[in-house]
């Protein structure tokens, strides 16, 4: 159990500084994000 909470903020705080995708489209299967350049990728 202490392994798993360990791990579980690891992951929490690991990708707490990744940011939001900046181009078009919401993600879902009929508006797909649409990616036009390397950062986004």
């Known amino acids: 159990m202490k ?3 360990i ?3 690891a992951v929490f ?3 707490s ?3 939001a ?3 078009n489209g919401s993600g879902t299967e009929s508006d797909p994000y649409q ?3 390397v ?3």
Request: aromatic share 14%; no cysteine.
């Open 3 to 5: 392994l798993f909470l």
């Open 35 to 37: 990616i036009t350049n």
């Open 13 to 15: 705080f690991g990708s």
């Open 21 to 23: 995708f900046t181009g």
């Open 7 to 9: 791990v579980l903020i």
């Open 17 to 19: 500084n990744l940011s």
């Open 39 to 41: 950062e986004q990728l």
